[in-house]
C-alpha cells in the first residue's frame, strides 16, 4: 500500500479543511487535510458532526492514498471501504448524494452502497449507462442518469425531496442544476452502515463523499462544489 511523501498540509484559516454545510449531513468522506484519513494505516473517519464508528477496507491493502488528496481503489475484485452503524441512516423519501470523483475505468461499479450487506440499497452507480452515474435503490432505475466522463473530475450531486409534490428530484454537475423531474424513488430506511466501491475491480478515484438525509438547494450544491474545488 502507497503511502504519501511529505507531511499534510493544515486547514488554513476561513474554513478550508471544513465543509461548510452540515445541517443534514450524515456521512462525509473527505480526503485529503488529514479529515477522513491521516495518510498511515487503515482507519478512515466519518466527518459528519455525529460520526459512524470508524471505517476500513475488508482487505487492507485495497488502495492506494494520494496526498494530492484522493483516495484511489486497486483490488482485483470489490474494494469494499466499509463504515458500520446505522442510526443516522434512517432517512427514505428525503436525501441528497454528493461526490467529488474522477472515474480512471469504463467497468461498471458500485460506486456507494447505503448497506454493509448488500448492494442496490440506495445505491450510487457508474457506468451502466454509458458513461453515467445514477442513483438505483432495490430495482429502481427511474433517475435520470448524470454524464461523468474517464479522466475528468468533477463533482455531482443528486437530491430528493419527499416534500415537493412535483420537481421533486434533482441533478447537478460542478454546482450547477442540470435538470429538475419528478420521481417516485424511495429507499429503504432499515440498512446498516455504508461501502464503497463493490461489485468488482475499480481504481476510481473518490475525494469527497457526502450523505444528508435532507434535500439540499441549489445555492448549498454549489457551496460544497466551491469547497470542495477549493484545496
Known sequence: MFHPFGFMSTPAAGGVGTNPITSGLVFGLEMGLGQSYSGTGTVFTDTSPSPLPNGAFVTPTDFNYNSSRYLKFNASSGSNLRFPGATKLSYSETWSFFIYWKPTTGSATYIFDK???????????????????????????????????????????????????????????????????????????????????????RDNELYNYYVYNRALTPAEVTTIHNYVTSY
Open 115 to 201: 448497506s454493509i450487506s448488500g448492494i442496490d440499497q440506495n445505491s450510487l452507480v457508474y457506468n451502466f449507462d454509458a458513461g453515467k452515474m445514477r442513483p438505483w435503490n432495490s430495482g429502481y432505475r427511474g433517475m435520470t442518469p448524470i454524464p461523468s466522463p474517464l479522466n475528468t473530475l468533477k463533482s455531482i450531486a443528486f437530491t430528493k425531496d419527499l416534500n415537493a409534490l412535483s420537481n421533486n428530484y434533482k441533478a447537478y454537475e460542478n454546482g450547477s442544476n442540470t435538470f429538475t423531474t419528478t420521481s417516485s424513488f424511495n429507499v429503504s430506511g432499515g440498512t446498516t452502515g455504508v461501502n464503497f466501491n463493490a461489485n468488482g475491480p
